[in-house]
């Protein structure tokens, strides 16, 4: 289906989701209450309706942008820094890139792939069908796929000392153990420290890059990351939360929502969910 086509059955969708799908709609309508206590009722549950929509518009565009990778221009109108971000890749050090659950990711691949020696961090899903079609479709791009774990981490290591650059979702709830607390929109929010670690190991450029949608197609935007991501850990996660927010603030509806970014809490605080 086109980009269009594709947007409007996830809408469609989005609407039953939100009328059938109990546990959907609680997790995301908890994280908007929680992050924007300030909003009405009303505008609070239409903010997670959108997020719902974007959701699903993240699958429903896959069709689109598989198939047609070769034309990712095509349905892309802007894009924002690209020059200071190829200027710091022509540097020869390596490149990290913090890419928030924000827009379509998947759009952001597609563009970053364009590049020499990308490769990116991904959690594999349960479903091993669905990471088989993943891996397939993702391949084609010719990114290198590092998968998270231990031996993922080497790679990453092994990556950058080769001057290559490598994607990390930074706002991927980590499991207990791997990661601290830090503010997001005003709550104690478990945060991975790899991305920290890996910056302040490194010293490489640091960006934070995401693809928002707009009427017909998306804008890519690069944004170079301040010094305090080379802080120690908990300046560097402090930051990180900060500025993902700030993205984030840009279209809050297009952020996941959906997931559940806040069910690790701090020791003796109620379950969030």
């Known amino acids: 289906m086109s980009l269009a086509k594709s947007r409007s059955l996830a809408r469609f969708f989005g609407r039953l989701m939100w009328k059938y799908s109990t546990k959907n709609k609680h997790v995301t309508l908890t994280n908007i209450q929680k992050c924007y206590p300030k909003l009405s009722s009303q505008e609070q ?46 540097e020869g050090k390596g490149l990290l890139l913090a890419a928030p659950h924000m827009g379509n990711w998947e759009v952001l691949n597609l563009v970053l792939a364009r590049f020499d020696k990308f490769a990116f961090l991904y959690k594999p899903p349960s479903d091993k069908k669905v990471e088989d079609l993943l891996v397939k479709y993702r391949g ?33 709830r980590p499991k207990s153990g791997q990661g601290e607390f830090a503010d997001f929109y005003g709550i104690p929010t478990y945060t991975m420290t790899l991305f920290s670690r890996l910056a302040a190991k490194t010293k490489v450029p640091v960006f934070f890059a995401y693809a928002l949608r707009t009427q017909n197609g998306f804008e ?29 603030d840009k279209a809050p509806e297009q952020y996941q929502w959906t997931y559940k970014r806040f069910s690790i809490q701090p020791e003796g605080e109620s379950h969030f969910y």
Not at 71 to 82: A, D, P, R, S, V
Not at 142 to 170: C, S, W, Y
């Open 45 to 90: 549950n239409k903010r997670a309706q959108l997020s719902i929509n974007a959701a699903l518009m993240n699958f429903f565009e896959l069709g689109c942008l598989w198939k047609k990778q070769t034309k990712i221009e095509n349905l892309i109108g802007k894009i924002n820094g690209i020059n200071e971000f190829q200027q710091a890749l022509d």
């Open 140 to 172: 084609k791009s010719k990114a290198v796929q590092i998968e998270a774990n231990l031996k993922g981490v080497r790679k990453i290591m092994t990556h950058l000392k080769d001057k290559g650059f490598i994607a990390i979702l930074p706002d991927q």
């Open 220 to 248: 890519v935007t690069f944004e170079k990351s301040d010094k305090d991501i080379y802080g120690d850990s908990k300046t560097s996660v402090a930051y990180m939360n900060k500025k993902i927010q700030s993205i984030v």
